[in-house]
C-alpha cells in the first residue's frame, strides 16, 4: 500500500532531489518518485502542481516548455543554481535530522 | 535556459495539467487498460482539475501581493524605530509637497488655463502702439475700426468694446460689476456660443449678455433669468443670453457699444484673420492704414500693430509666476535634499543589513525594491500631509492675492489637476528621495559594512558634503532672492502718491432721476459740496470724475494743431487739489470765474506739461473732448496706480464747465455714512456705486503686495532650518567617524580649542562653498527675472531700480544669517569633539 505524503517541507525536497538529474515535466515527476521509492511514495497530483509552481516562483525551479519524444508539448523543469544549492543544504540537514531520530529511537531503556 | 519568468496563463496551466492526465492514461493504456477506463482512473487520481488550477494560480498571485506586503512592513517597522528622522522627513517633505501643489494650482489658473476660443491661431488684438515705447499701448480710434470693418483683405471681421464698471441693482443692493461695452460682433469674432439664450443682436440696445460666473452668483443660475429685466447703472436692460464661463475671463456682463463708434472714443479690440492670411500680411495691412490715417506723423507717434492675445508672457502673470514657481521649487529641491541627507544618515546601520542579506542570497535588485519601499511610504506621508498644507496655502493666496489678479482667477480650488499633480510629485520625490541611498545601501560589501568604526565610509562622507553644500547653496539662494524681493516691496510701498491719503475717503456716485442732466447735476454738486463742507469734522470736500486708484478715461487731445498725445481726462472742482493736497505748480486753481459760460480753462500736470509743453504749458490752448481749452495751471503728478508707474498725462476741467457723471466725492475728514446721509443718499436718486478710504486701500494694496515676499521669506526660512540640520548632520557624522583621531590628537596636547577649530574650519568651508554658489545663483536669477519683464511691469515692482546697492544690501544681509547659521551647525558638533576624553576614544574600535 503506498503511503501519501503530504508534508510540504519533504514534497519540495522530492521534487528537487527528483529533477537533480535530467529535466522532468510534472508527471514524469511523479513516475521518478513512485520508481526511487519502489512504491513506497506516492505524490499527490493536487498538491504536485502548486509545489512545482511555487518551487518556479521562488527561483528554484526554472521551466520550459518543450517537445516530448513523442512530439507532444509539455512543461519541463529544471533545477536552477539557487535550487541546487537548496537541495544540498536540504539534504544536509534531513540526514542530520534523520540520523538524529534513528539515535533517539534506537535508544536503549536501561 | 534563461527565459523570463512571468506567471503562467490560466490556459498554460490548463494545459500542463491536461498533459498530465493524457501521460497517465497513456500509461495506463500501456499496461493493459481498457482506453475509457484509463481515462477515468486518470481523471480520478488527479482529483477536481478546478481546485488544482485554483490552488496553482493562486502560488502566483499571493507572491506579489506577499512580496509588496512584506516590504511595506518592513518600511514602517524601520520608520517607527527611528521617530525623529520619520517626523523630520516627512514635515519636510509635507510642507514641500504642500506648497508647490498649492503655488501649482495658482499657475494653473493664471497661465496654463487655455482660453477655449476656437481657431486660437487666427484670432488677434488690434491696437495702437507707441512707436518709441512699445509697451506702451491704447485702444484704436473709430476711423480704424471703421476702416477695417468695411473693407479689408485680411481681416475677416473686427470687433470693439471699452472695459467699464457696472452698478447692477438687485433688491436694494447694488453690486459693481466689471463688464465690457462691446459691438455686437464680438461673440461672432471670438466665436463661442452661448450657455443660455442667445448673443447680442446688432441694433440691440437696452440688452445685457451675462457670464456664467455673474449669472450664477447673483440670479441663482437660474435659467429664468434669461429674459428677466435687469438694472445697470440706473437703466433697465433686458437679459438675453449667458456666455460660459471660460469666455473673456474677468468680465461679468456685456451690452450694445449703444453709441456709434465715433462717438465711443478709443476703442480695444478683437479681430480675427481670414482664412490663410497671416499676421505678416495683416500688419502689412495695418501699417498701410497707419499711413493713411497719418498716426505715424504725430508729435508722439502711433502705428496699428497686432498682438497675439495669448502669447506668454504677458502682464503681471509672468512676473507673478515666476516669482511664484521659483522658491517652491527651491525649496521643493532643498527639501528632497534634506531628506535624502537625512537617509544618508541611517547609511551605516543600513549598510550591514543589506550586506548581510547579499550575503545570503537576496538579490540587489530585491534590497533597492525593499530601500525604495521605505521612500514610497515616506513620500505618501509627505504627500497626505502635502494636501493638507496645500489646502491651507490655497486659502492664504486667495486672501493675499494682489487686487489685479482676482479678476481672473476664480475661487482657487484643488481641483483633480492639482491633486494629480501632487501624486506625481510624490512618486518623483519616492524617486528623487529613495535612489540614491538605496543604491548606495545595497552595494556596500559585507566585510567594510561590518567594521565597527565604518572608516570605509569616506566615500559617503564625500557625498554627504557634496550635499550639504548644494543644500546650502539653494538656502543662499532662497534667502538672498527673498531679501531682493523684500526691498522692492518696501520701496514700492515708500512711493510717493502725489496726494496725502490721511483721513481721505471717497464715494463713487451715480445720478438719476431728476438729477439726471448737465444742469441738474452743477447744481446738486454745488449745494452737495457747500453742505459737506459744514459739517464739523469736514476738512474739505470736492467731487471729482475720475479719481487716483480707480479708473481712467483716456482722450486724445491736441494742441496748437500738432502736438498731439492721450491724456487722462477728469472733471473736478475747485478746491479739488487742495482736499487732495497736491500742491500747484504754476498759474492758478479753478474758481468762481471758470463756470458755464465763461471761456473754457484746463489744468494739467506737471507730466503733461513737461512731456508737451516742454515746461512752457500755461496759456497754451489743448483741444480735449470736442473743446478748446486755455490751460491756466500746472499741477504737481498724482500717481494713478499705487506702484512704480509713472503718473499719466492727466488734463483736468472744471467741474461746472463739465459735469460728467458719474462723479466721486471726495472728502478729507468725518465718517462716510454721516456725510453721505447728509447729501441724502442712498436714495432713488443719488446711487452709491462704492466707498473707499484712500488710507485703507492703499494699505491693502501693500499688504496684498508682501504676499510673494511673505511666501518667500517663509520658504527661505525653511529652507535655511533644513540647511543647517543638514550641515548639523554632516558635521556631526563627521566627529563621531574620527573619534579617534580627536582622542590622539588630545593625547597629543591639542587643546579644546584647536579641535574646535579644526572642526568648524573644515565645515567652514563647504558652508563658505555653498554660500558663494548660491550668491553668484540669486544674482543669475535677478538678472533673468528683470530680462523677462516687461518695463511697465518693471515699474510696477520698481524692479528698474534695483541698483547694486539694493543687491549688495539684499546679498549681504542673507550671507550673514546663513553664516550664523553654518557657525551654529559647525560649532555644536565641534565642541563635542573636545568633550572625548583621549581614553575612551582610544579605546573606541
Given at each position: 500500500m503506498a503511503r501519501r505524503d503530504k508534508l510540504q517541507g519533504s514534497l519540495d525536497l522530492l521534487i528537487l532531489r527528483a529533477l537533480r538529474g535530467e529535466p522532468l515535466h510534472g508527471y514524469g515527476i511523479t513516475a521518478q518518485i513512485q520508481a526511487w521509492s519502489e512504491g513506497e511514495l506516492e505524490v499527490e497530483e493536487g498538491s504536485l502542481y502548486p509545489a512545482l509552481h511555487r518551487l518556479e516562483r521562488d527561483e528554484l525551479l526554472s521551466a520550459e516548455w518543450r517537445e516530448t519524444e513523442a512530439g507532444r508539448r509539455a512543461k519541463y523543469y529544471k533545477l536552477t543554481r539557487k535550487g541546487r544549492k537548496h537541495l544540498d543544504q536540504e539534504l544536509e540537514r534531513w540526514g542530520r535530522l534523520s540520523s538524529a531520530i534513528a539515535l533517539f529511537l534506537e535508544r536503549s531503556d536501561a | 535556459m534563461r527565459r523570463f519568468r512571468r506567471p503562467p496563463t490560466g490556459k498554460e496551466i490548463d494545459n500542463e495539467l491536461r498533459f498530465h492526465i493524457e501521460e497517465c492514461e497513456r500509461q495506463l493504456?500501456?499496461?493493459?487498460?481498457?482506453?475509457?477506463?484509463?481515462?477515468?482512473?486518470?481523471?480520478?487520481?488527479?482529483?477536481?482539475?478546478?481546485?488544482?488550477?485554483?490552488?496553482?494560480?493562486?502560488?502566483?498571485?499571493?507572491?506579489?501581493?506577499?512580496?509588496?506586503?512584506?516590504?511595506l512592513l518592513f518600511a514602517l517597522r524601520g520608520l517607527r524605530r527611528s521617530p525623529g528622522f520619520t517626523t523630520v522627513a516627512v514635515v519636510t517633505l509635507a510642507l514641500g509637497i504642500g506648497g508647490c501643489a498649492a503655488m501649482y494650482a495658482f499657475v494653473e489658473q493664471l497661465i496654463l488655463l487655455d482660453q477655449p476660443y476656437p481657431d486660437r491661431e487666427s484670432l488677434v488684438v488690434v491696437e495702437e502702439v507707441d512707436v518709441q515705447d512699445p509697451q506702451s499701448?491704447?485702444?484704436?480710434?473709430?476711423?480704424?475700426?471703421?476702416?477695417?470693418?468695411?473693407?479689408?483683405?485680411?481681416?475677416?471681421?473686427?470687433a470693439g468694446y471699452n472695459a467699464d464698471g457696472f452698478a447692477l441693482k438687485a433688491n436694494d443692493d447694488v453690486r459693481i460689476l466689471d463688464g465690457a461695452l462691446v459691438t455686437p460682433n464680438v461673440f461672432d469674432v471670438l466665436n463661442v456660443s452661448p450657455l443660455l439664450g442667445r448673443t447680442l443682436e446688432q441694433d440691440a440696445a437696452d440688452e445685457v449678455v451675462l457670464s456664467e460666473l455673474a449669472w450664477k452668483r447673483y440670479f441663482g443660475g437660474r435659467p429664468e433669468a434669461v429674459g428677466s429685466?435687469?438694472?445697470?447703472?440706473?437703466?433697465s436692460f433686458s437679459i438675453v443670453g449667458v456666455m460660459p464661463k471660460e469666455f473673456w475671463r474677468g468680465r461679468d456682463l456685456w451690452v450694445p457699444l449703444g453709441r456709434t463708434p465715433r462717438e465711443a472714443g478709443r476703442l480695444r479690440t478683437w479681430a480675427r484673420l481670414k482664412e490663410g492670411v497671416r499676421p505678416e500680411a495683416a500688419e502689412a495691412e495695418l501699417d498701410a492704414l497707419t499711413a493713411g490715417l497719418a498716426l505715424d506723423r504725430e508729435a508722439e507717434p502711433r502705428r496699428l500693430s497686432l498682438r497675439d492675445p495669448f502669447a506668454l508672457p504677458g502682464g503681471q502673470q509672468s512676473m507673478v509666476a515666476a516669482s511664484a514657481i521659483a522658491p517652491v521649487a527651491l525649496l521643493f529641491l532643498v527639501v528632497?535634499?534634506?531628506?535624502?541627507?537625512?537617509?544618508?544618515?541611517?547609511?551605516?546601520?543600513?549598510g550591514r543589513e543589506m550586506a548581510l542579506c547579499r550575503a545570503l542570497g537576496a538579490g540587489r535588485l530585491r534590497l533597492i525594491r525593499r530601500l525604495m519601499a521605505e521612500s514610497f511610504v515616506l513620500a505618501a506621508l509627505g504627500g497626505a500631509g502635502g494636501a493638507a498644507v496645500a489646502w491651507w496655502g490655497i486659502r492664504s493666496i486667495e486672501i493675499y492675492l494682489p487686487a489685479e489678479l482676482t479678476a481672473s482667477i476664480e475661487r482657487l480650488e484643488l481641483d483633480a489637476g492639482a491633486l494629480g499633480f501632487l501624486?506625481?510629485?510624490?512618486?518623483?520625490?519616492?524617486?528623487?528621495?529613495g535612489i540614491v541611498p538605496a543604491l548606495r545601501a545595497s552595494g556596500v560589501s559585507l566585510t567594510s559594512a561590518l567594521k565597527q568604526d565604518g572608516r570605509g565610509q569616506?566615500?559617503?562622507?564625500?557625498?554627504?558634503?557634496?550635499?550639504?553644500?548644494?543644500?546650502?547653496?539653494?538656502?543662499?539662494?532662497?534667502?538672498?532672492?527673498?531679501?531682493?524681493?523684500?526691498?522692492?516691496?518696501q520701496r514700492v510701498a515708500d512711493i510717493d502718491m502725489g496726494f496725502d491719503s490721511q483721513r481721505l475717503w471717497t464715494a463713487r456716485l451715480s445720478l438719476r432721476g431728476p438729477l439726471i442732466g448737465d444742469e441738474a447735476r452743477r447744481a446738486w454738486a454745488e449745494a452737495a459740496l457747500r453742505d459737506v463742507q459744514a459739517l464739523p469734522g469736514v476738512a474739505s470736500a470736492a467731487a471729482a470724475t475720475e479719481i487716483p486708484l480707480r479708473g481712467g478715461n483716456v482722450r486724445r487731445f491736441e494742441a496748437d494743431g500738432l502736438i498731439a498725445g492721450d491724456a487722462e481726462f477728469r472733471s473736478v472742482s475747485a478746491n479739488y487739489f487742495e482736499t487732495i493736497r497736491a500742491p500747484l505748480r504754476l498759474g492758478r486753481a479753478f474758481g468762481d470765474g471758470d463756470r458755464q459760460g465763461s471761456a473754457p480753462t484746463a489744468i494739467v500736470n506737471e507730466t503733461l506739461a513737461r512731456r508737451y509743453f516742454g515746461g512752457k504749458a500755461l496759456g497754451a490752448q489743448l483741444r480735449i473732448?470736442?473743446?478748446?481749452?486755455?490751460?491756466?495751471?500746472?499741477?504737481?503728478?498724482?500717481?494713478?496706480?499705487?506702484?512704480?508707474?509713472?503718473?499719466?498725462?492727466?488734463?483736468?476741467?472744471?467741474?461746472?464747465?463739465?459735469?460728467?457723471?458719474?462723479?466721486?466725492?471726495?472728502?478729507?475728514?468725518?465718517?462716510?455714512?454721516?456725510?453721505?446721509?447728509?447729501?441724502?443718499?442712498?436714495s432713488g436718486e443719488l446711487i452709491v456705486l462704492s466707498v473707499f478710504d484712500f488710507e485703507q486701500a492703499l494699505h491693502d494694496g501693500a499688504r496684498a503686495r508682501t504676499f510673494l515676499p511673505a511666501s518667500m521669506a517663509l520658504f527661505a526660512a525653511l529652507?535655511?532650518?533644513?540647511?543647517?540640520?543638514?550641515?548639523?548632520?554632516?558635521?556631526?557624522?563627521?566627529?563621531?567617524?574620527?573619534?579617534?583621531?580627536?582622542?590622539?590628537?588630545?593625547?597629543?596636547?591639542?587643546?579644546a580649542g584647536d579641535i574646535l577649530r579644526l572642526v568648524m574650519r573644515e565645515s567652514g568651508r563647504g558652508g563658505l562653498t555653498g554660500m558663494a554658489i548660491g550668491l553668484a545663483g540669486s544674482l543669475a536669477a535677478a538678472r533673468l527675472l528683470s530680462a523677462t519683464l516687461a518695463p511697465q511691469e518693471r515699474a510696477a515692482y520698481g524692479v528698474d531700480r534695483l541698483g547694486t546697492s539694493d543687491l549688495v544690501l539684499a546679498g549681504s544681509g542673507a550671507a550673514a544669517l546663513l553664516l550664523v547659521v553654518v557657525l551654529l551647525a559647525a560649532y555644536i558638533p565641534a565642541r563635542r569633539a573636545t568633550k572625548i576624553e583621549p581614553v575612551t576614544a582610544l579605546r573606541h574600535d
Open positions: - | 493504456i500501456a499496461e493493459g487498460m481498457p482506453p475509457s477506463e484509463a481515462l477515468r482512473q486518470a481523471r480520478k487520481a488527479f482529483g477536481s482539475p478546478q481546485a488544482v488550477r485554483d490552488h496553482t494560480r493562486d502560488v502566483w498571485v499571493y507572491r506579489w501581493a506577499d512580496d509588496l506586503r512584506r516590504d499701448t491704447a485702444g484704436i480710434t473709430a476711423d480704424a475700426l471703421l476702416s477695417l470693418q468695411d473693407q479689408s483683405d485680411a481681416f475677416a471681421d473686427i429685466a435687469v438694472e445697470l447703472n440706473g437703466r528632497c535634499v534634506n531628506v535624502t541627507h537625512l537617509q544618508l544618515g541611517r547609511d551605516l546601520q543600513r501624486l506625481l510629485l510624490s512618486a518623483a520625490t519616492t524617486m528623487a528621495i569616506t566615500g559617503s562622507n564625500r557625498f554627504r558634503g557634496v550635499l550639504a553644500t548644494s543644500e546650502l547653496a539653494l538656502s543662499m539662494t532662497l534667502l538672498a532672492g527673498t531679501g531682493m524681493m523684500g526691498v522692492l516691496t473732448g470736442g473743446e478748446t481749452r486755455e490751460i491756466v495751471g500746472v499741477v504737481a503728478d498724482v500717481r494713478q496706480h499705487a506702484d512704480a508707474r509713472p503718473a499719466p498725462a492727466i488734463v483736468y476741467a472744471p467741474f461746472s464747465q463739465v459735469p460728467d457723471a458719474p462723479l466721486s466725492l471726495v472728502v478729507r475728514g468725518a465718517r462716510s455714512r454721516e456725510v453721505l446721509e447728509r447729501i441724502g443718499a442712498p529652507g535655511l532650518v533644513l540647511a543647517g540640520v543638514g550641515l548639523y548632520g554632516t558635521t556631526s557624522r563627521a566627529v563621531s567617524q574620527r573619534t579617534q583621531e580627536f582622542g590622539v590628537r588630545q593625547a597629543l596636547g591639542a587643546g
